[in-house]
């Protein structure tokens, strides 16, 4: 039943209501702005959701539609490690560790390592936390991560714990990615952005980053 339907029915309640309680009947576009259908701000209004980014920039843009709704710095891959092209959401996982970097435990003794390292009989790997994970290309993903100035991750993309809880809810399967060498929002809005500055912080223990504390704002 469409919205023009509702309302009759709606108005008929109204003034039955009104003949007996001295009621005020409401008018065709107060309805529709009751229920949400003049409001701008509904979700049915809003455009589609696509991603940006920046490999020069280091930046990374959230669109609705052509409205910017998230807008950060990243921290990309070294060596032009970050593949390039047009890519669409794979998967997300909030809790995904590395199947390739990560450390090597036994009992109370840590190893950073890759996966092919294992220092002998009796260890376990653990992979590198990546919370807040999107697959955009396999094996490849945008997570949380300290975002440092220059290029420094083996390919993924990394943001800061908020702005990755706010990308990973923005962001569905199949959300189209974008990345490229510059962007046209690098102009008015990529300049704008301030660099973060947890890189400088001391990373966090093998131990936190081993359990599932990793997976928390530390």
Same mark, same amino acid.
């Given at each position: 039943?469409?919205?023009?339907?509702?309302?009759?029915?709606?108005?008929?309640?109204?003034?039955?209501?009104?003949?007996?309680?001295?009621?005020?009947? &409401?008018?065709?576009?107060?309805?529709?702005?009751?229920?949400?259908?003049? @409001?701008?701000?509904?979700?049915? @209004?809003?455009?589609?959701?696509?991603?940006k980014v920046s490999l020069n920039n280091q930046a990374l843009y959230?669109?609705?539609?052509?409205?910017?709704?998230?807008?950060?710095?990243?921290?990309?891959?070294?060596?032009?490690?970050?593949?390039?092209?047009?890519?669409?959401?794979?998967?997300?996982?909030?809790?995904?560790?590395?199947?390739?970097?990560?450390?090597?435990?036994?009992?109370?003794?840590?190893?950073?390592?890759?996966?092919?390292?294992?220092?002998?009989?009796?260890?376990?790997?653990?992979?590198?936390?990546?919370?807040?994970?999107?697959?955009?290309?396999?094996?490849?993903?945008?997570?949380?991560?300290?975002?440092?100035?220059?290029?420094?991750?083996?390919?993924?993309?990394?943001?800061?714990?908020?702005?990755?809880?706010?990308?990973?809810?923005?962001?569905? &399967?199949?959300?189209? &990615?974008?990345?490229?060498?510059?962007?046209?929002?690098?102009?008015? &809005?990529?300049?704008?952005?301030?660099?973060?500055?947890?890189?400088?912080?001391?990373?966090?223990?093998?131990?936190?980053?081993?359990?599932?504390?990793?997976?928390?704002?530390?």
């Amino acid at each position: 039943m469409d919205m023009t339907k509702w309302f009759q029915v709606f108005l008929f309640f109204s003034v039955t209501l009104c003949s007996s309680h001295s009621l005020k009947a &409401i008018s065709l576009d107060d309805f529709l702005d009751l229920f949400g259908k003049n @409001n701008p701000d509904k979700s049915h @209004n809003k455009g589609p959701i696509s991603v940006k980014v920046s490999l020069n920039n280091q930046a990374l843009y959230v669109l609705e539609g052509k409205k910017v709704v998230l807008a950060t710095h990243v921290c990309t891959g070294k060596r032009n490690s970050t593949p390039t092209g047009h890519f669409k959401v794979l998967d997300k996982q909030m809790k995904k560790r590395s199947a390739s970097y990560g450390f090597w435990v036994k009992a109370d003794r840590y190893v950073s390592s890759d996966i092919s390292g294992c220092p002998g009989e009796g260890w376990k790997y653990i992979g590198y936390p990546m919370p807040y994970a999107v697959e955009f290309f396999p094996g490849y993903y945008i997570h949380q991560g300290y975002v440092w100035p220059i290029p420094r991750s083996h390919g993924c993309i990394r943001l800061e714990w908020k702005e990755a809880e706010k990308f990973y809810k923005l962001v569905a &399967i199949g959300t189209p &990615i974008s990345i490229q060498q510059t962007q046209p929002e690098d102009k008015k &809005i990529g300049r704008k952005l301030k660099q973060p500055k947890s890189y400088k912080e001391p990373d966090p223990s093998p131990s936190l980053l081993a359990s599932e504390r990793a997976f928390n704002p530390y």
